[in-house]
């Protein structure tokens, strides 16, 4: 009887101390749940482009690779074909940030926009001034076409500079028509609409097929130009200075991942270019995102300046204004301050993500279909006539520009 007793005993005993020691386990787990806040939902945001080229790629990469879900961001990317629409579709509000050429930027903060430039993604011309193959001087574009995507644009840009660098006046000696993106500007050109047009890499590599000739390359003039810019809205940085924050650090990963994910790179650039022509991909990869597309994408004032002098031909408030008011560069100067690119680039590199599968972002509506690229590889480039920017080589005066 007594061990009976003993052995209930003993089971009573071990539930109630079984039965604390759970009690006080699930009163520490409450407690810790009730301290540590819920995982934050991604916020929805959606980004915009303006340029199907390489030029254009950073806010591909800082997709593709997975940035703007680990900074925090369900991001959309659209793309509006021009810079002067996609200036108009960020201040309206349908994006938060806009990756844009510097010219419309600008045009449109002196007019009261708001818009700034927070990063510089491209500070440099990376353009072809490509002809006809029955144009082999400067003076024979005299009564003739050429295209640009939208007047204000830096391929707008680029084309009225050439022309006036070869006395030739934009809009009198040669007719300018406003067609859209490069391949859809370079698609008039094969169908012989136009005359001439800035491309860039790789769509360069089939004019060079072709036997179309080059009139200008405007990246030997080692020009400080912004011509790639990721643009936001001052009251965007007022309100949410972390999506802000969020969004450049993303386009900064976006670039270091690419620029140390060299196969990943690629298959994203043949993603949104459409294009499988090894050749040509292989060249862009090295001469944009590798040499041209800088680790801190700082934007540059020098490139602003001469945006500013070209527009105050026309804007007297342009000759009055400094680069300075068209940028905020305190979320640069705070990743680099702080080491975080430093250290992007010290670590080993580690693929993020592979590539999706999806289709890429369709243009927005009213935009035009674009033509797809080429699927055959690029000749080499010797067999292309190359023909010098200098006017005086052709016996021509160059116009100043003032």
């Known amino acids: 009887m007594r061990k009976r007793w003993a052995m209930k005993k003993l089971v009573i005993l071990t539930a109630l101390f079984l039965g604390i020691v759970g009690i006080t386990f699930a009163r520490a787990l409450v407690s810790i749940a009730a301290e540590t806040p819920a995982a934050q939902p991604l916020k929805k945001v959606v980004i915009g482009y303006s340029a199907i080229s390489p030029a254009s790629s950073s806010a591909w990469f800082a997709y593709e690779g997975g940035f703007f879900r680990k900074n925090g961001l369900d ?59 029955d144009i082999t001087r400067p003076d024979q574009l005299k009564g003739k076409t050429v295209a640009v995507s939208r007047v204000g644009s830096s391929s707008d840009f680029a084309t009225r500079y050439a022309l006036e660098k070869y006395g030739l006046i934009p809009d009198k000696d040669v007719a300018i028509l406003q067609i859209g993106s490069q391949p859809a500007r370079f698609s008039a050109l094969e169908t012989g609409k136009i005359h001439g047009v800035m491309i860039a890499i790789p769509l360069t590599s089939k004019a060079a097929k072709m036997g179309l000739n080059t009139l200008a390359d405007l990246q030997m003039l ?113 990743l680099d301050s702080t080491g975080f690119i430093d250290r992007l680039y010290k670590s080993k590199a580690v693929a993020t993500a592979t590539p999706r599968v ?28 190359q023909l010098p920017l200098l006017p005086r080589q052709q016996g021509l005066q160059p116009k100043s520009i003032r």
């Not at 243009?363 to 292309?384: C, D, F, I, T, Y």
């Open 358 to 385: 999806e289709p890429a972002p369709a243009p927005v509506e009213g935009a035009k279909k674009q033509s797809r690229w080429p699927n055959k590889s690029r000749p080499r480039l010797k067999s292309q006539r």
């Open 222 to 334: 080692g020009l400080e130009y912004q011509h790639t810019s990721l643009a936001v809205s001052q009251n965007l940085i007022k309100t949410q200075p972390d999506l802000v924050r969020n969004v450049l650090k993303s386009f900064v990963e976006g670039i270091h991942y690419a620029k140390t994910h060299r196969k990943e790179a690629i298959a994203i650039l043949a993603k949104y270019l459409r294009s499988d022509d090894s050749d040509a991909l292989q060249e862009a990869y090295e001469a944009e995102l590798q040499g041209l597309i800088p680790e801190k994408p700082y934007p540059t004032t020098k490139g602003i300046q001469i945006i500013l002098r070209e527009m105050g031909v026309k804007d007297p408030n342009a000759r009055s204004a400094r680069p300075e008011q068209f940028v905020d560069l305190s979320f640069m100067k705070e």
């Open 75 to 133: 991001a959309q990317l659209i793309f509006v074909e021009s810079g002067s629409r996609m200036v108009q579709t960020l201040i309206s509000g349908d994006v938060v940030a806009a990756q844009v050429a510097g010219a419309p930027v600008i045009q449109s903060n002196l007019q009261g926009s708001g818009v700034v430039i927070i990063a510089g993604l491209l500070n440099t011309m990376d353009y072809k001034f490509v002809v006809s193959r």
